[in-house]
């Protein structure tokens, strides 16, 4: 007769049991850059670790455009992914389009209220239930810079306010190289825009003329100084930008080529990945003027409603795994971005993390923190598409005048 011992019965059960549980997890992102890639891997490896197929849905394209597109023709075949890269407001569109699945359960026993500040819980939530999960902070107003151009042009050290940074950038021109690395896509003149508007104006000034999207404040003086600051930069940058990818631009700064690149800390992920060290080989600060505020974007997953079961135990094994201390961790270290889970232990993080963390909780006791209209932290996706558009053409075409630049963002702001 065949016998097995019970220690082969045990692994055999133990075996079935996996597999009676295990399931697909298809992922829609675009976390394609090279630091990007690296966060994402982590994610599969604990989903893999679980017993569960990783199905990979990548949509390269910075800032999500692409992503979202593809995205939105899936839902409608009635074919969604169980996971997509969606954040801010958008997750309130898909969950009011009935197709998001309800986490309650799991978000209920691992206490994810408790986990999460609540600013960041509340934007995961549809009408109180838990519809997304977040994976982390990244902070916009950042400016990086290779300290070796800046010695070779003279200038001293990080431009505090616009002032320094255009005498900053008249010696690097001076020097040859490019001063302003910047890569000519929609998302990235916006990008842009929103911290030349947060330091010329203040975080008071941006959450009135681009989180309230109130017409005094598009109209203002202030709003006039920022659109004129933010063209003077375009002088500063090279013939060659137009078009070019965010971490294609990055790498000037990397290279040597290029002094300062205005970008999210999703730019530190691409120095990290080519094993350059912060403090030496770049330099973060915050974009001039903005050190006592924080422009904040919280990239979350939006879980689809599945049929299958085994589909629906994975999907809340990735929502687990994403919430989890380990996940936070590591995704995050490569990411260049903050877990967004609270108290976490951030030894592992370099200073340009660990002044995103202090200055995320500071700016929230100010009334600093401010969510991030470039990245879809803000206003509808309508209404950011639309003012992005009209940013985007006054970058573009210098023979369009201030004047008529706030005119079209303001009437932007009233897309629905
Ligand atoms: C942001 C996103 C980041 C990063 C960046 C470039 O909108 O939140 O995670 O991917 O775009 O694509």
């Avoid at 169980?82 to 407001?89: E, F, N, S």
């Avoid at 990411?335 to 202090?358: E, H, Q, W, Y």
């Avoid at 639309?386 to 023979?399: E, G, M, P, T």
Wanted: with cysteine.
């Amino acid at each position: 007769m065949f016998k097995i011992s019970s220690l082969t019965a045990a692994v055999l059960l133990a075996t079935v049991a996996v597999s009676a549980r295990a399931g697909e997890v298809e992922v829609l992102h675009y976390l394609t850059s090279g630091g990007e890639a690296k966060s994402v891997v982590e994610l599969k490896k604990i989903m893999q670790a679980k017993g569960h197929t990783w199905k990979d849905f990548a949509v390269a394209g910075g800032g999500g455009d692409n992503a979202a597109t593809v995205l939105k023709s899936r839902v409608v075949s009635g074919n969604p992914p169980a996971a997509a890269q969606v954040k801010g407001p958008a997750i309130q569109e898909w969950a009011a389009e009935g197709v998001l699945a309800n986490l309650d359960k799991i978000a209920n026993a691992e206490k994810w209220d408790s986990l999460l500040p609540k600013a960041v819980a509340d934007v995961m939530k549809y009408k109180g239930n838990y519809v997304a999960v977040p994976v982390n902070v990244h902070r916009v107003n950042w400016v990086w810079a290779n300290p070796e151009v800046l010695k070779k042009a003279g200038v001293a050290g990080m431009p505090k306010n616009y002032d320094e940074f255009f005498v900053a950038a008249d010696k690097i021109k001076a020097a040859g190289l490019i001063a302003v690395a910047h890569g000519g896509q929609n998302w990235q003149d916006f990008t842009t825009f929103e911290s030349v508007v947060l330091g010329v104006g203040g975080a008071r000034f941006y959450n009135d003329a681009l989180v309230k999207l109130d017409a005094k404040s598009l109209n203002s003086d202030t709003m006039k100084k920022s659109l004129e600051t933010f063209r003077r930069i375009k002088g500063y940058t090279d013939a060659a930008s137009a078009g070019r990818d965010w971490n294609l631009t990055t790498a000037l700064v990397m290279q040597g080529k290029a002094g300062f690149q205005f970008m999210g800390d999703w730019a530190k992920g691409e120095f990290l990945a080519a094993g350059k060290v912060p403090g030496k080989d770049f330099l973060c600060a915050a974009a001039p003027g903005t050190a006592n505020a924080y422009t904040f974007n919280v990239d979350s997953f939006a879980m689809f409603k599945l049929k299958a079961a085994d589909a629906q135990k994975a999907q809340g094994d990735l929502a687990t795994a994403i919430m989890g201390t380990e996940f936070q961790e590591v995704f995050n270290l490569n990411k260049g971005s903050i877990p967004v889970r609270l108290n976490m232990k951030m030894d592992k993080f370099d200073d340009c993390a660990k002044t995103s963390a202090k200055d995320f909780v500071d700016t929230a006791k100010t009334g600093s923190l401010v969510p991030s209209i470039a990245h879809g932290m803000a206003v509808s996706p309508a209404a950011e598409g639309a003012i992005k558009d009209a940013v985007s053409q006054f970058w573009n075409n210098d023979k369009i005048s201030v004047a008529d630049a706030m005119k079209a963002i303001t009437s932007a702001a009233a897309t629905k």
